[in-house]
């Protein structure tokens, strides 16, 4: 059933299991292709990114897994890198550089009024002590701001996958309820995944909190928006536990399939290319 998975995380950045757990994991499953794409490195130290004197080890380690699960499972290499600004992104120099499958572009990160790097990617609580504390409460100055630096990511380019998109929602609506349901909020979704779309990336359906939280990013109202635009989309975990690299997915793909989606994008033989949701009509209703 589109057993695949393209965001992943291990121990390279903020993962909890090494990259033998993932490939073990895929290959008992009965995955078909599975990649790895460990948070990339930034111009400065993190909790949860990769250091450059990492990477060999990281391209190397995985060469070593490819060769030894051939046959059994694809797996791929990757990174997730991060609009930070005009001089780090994923189409900067030194990330296309690297010999990687596909690349996947996030938005982690903000600037806050003093110009300092702030995390914007924090647990709803966390996020809300965030904007009053270095946004003054503003949330609608976070959220333009996510937006706007999302949108110039995709203006610079430089990857295959958008990641994510939208996940500010989630913790802008624990923040201010209904906020999302705001003409400027639906706006400002509706206006970055067109350009996205129209930039020919991967539009990232992310199931990494629903489970949790009972949300996609982006949200599943926005699906079959996706649909009209004609979007082509890939379903990933965004794993950082080898057992949750599933976790979501079937519920992603009966949400797809609602939606008016009959395929979904997958890496096969080092090429992308749409492959059948399968998934009968009636386990669509009962989803």
Known sequence: MNLTNYHSHSIYCDGRADMAAFARWAKEKGFSAYGYSSHAPLPFPTCWTMEWDRMDDYLSEFQRF?????GYVELYIALEIDYLNEDSHPAS????ALPLD????????????????VDGDLPAPKFAKMVLNHFHGDI???????????????????????GHADKVHYNAEWFRPHITEEDWYIHLVRTHLTEAVRGGYLIEINTK???????????ER??????ELGAHVVVNSDAHYPDLINAGRQQALQ??????????????????????????KDIVEKG
């Open 66 to 70: 490819k060769q030894a699960y051939a």
């Open 93 to 96: 120099a030194c990330f296309q």
């Open 102 to 117: 596909y690349r996947i572009g996030s938005v982690h990160l903000l600037y806050d009024g003093k110009g300092e790097v």
């Open 140 to 162: 609608e100055t976070v959220v333009h701001q996510y937006f706007e630096r999302a949108n110039r990511m995709l203006q610079l380019g430089g990857f295959d996958i958008l």
């Open 209 to 219: 909190a629903y489970d949790s939280l009972g949300v996609f990013y982006p949200d």
């Open 222 to 227: 926005y699906f079959p928006f996706l649909k």
């Open 255 to 280: 949400a797809l399939l609602r939606a008016g989606f009959s395929t979904v994008s997958e890496l096969h033989g080092g090429a992308w290319g749409e492959v059948p949701i399968q998934f009968g």
